[in-house]
């Protein structure tokens, strides 16, 4: 069987066949394919590269941005948690009781902002725990 391919730019590929015979190419025109598909191949990176520049690069502060934003979320639930126990524990008198249970419930409010974070989804969303309005 007969391979008639051919490129999708409308150069010949080196399976096609011409009137039944397989075509030659010189060193000349395989070294022009080359220069072709290399030049082909650097506008390809360039536009990748383009596409790729808003993201964060590998010397940028952006890693440790999000990094401190997630500690700082699970710092904040514990911290807040405490605070609430150690109120109730004053205002009734249940010392250490109400410390322990909201020291724990900041834990896991914390855990559950540092998962919510590092899944992408807003904490704002309702996603993980089915509150709110479907995304």
Sequence with gaps: MKDRSRATDGSMTDNEENDGERVQRSPEEWAAER?????KLDRHRREQDAARGAEAKPGSMQGMAAGLKIASEFIAGVVVGAVIGYGIDQFFGTRPFGLIAFLLLGFAA????????????????????????PN
């Design 110 to 133: 914390g855990v559950l902002n540092v998962i919510r974070s590092a899944s992408g989804n807003g904490a704002g969303k309702g996603s993980d725990t089915g509150i709110g309005p």
């Design 35 to 39: 220069a072709r598909l290399a030049a």
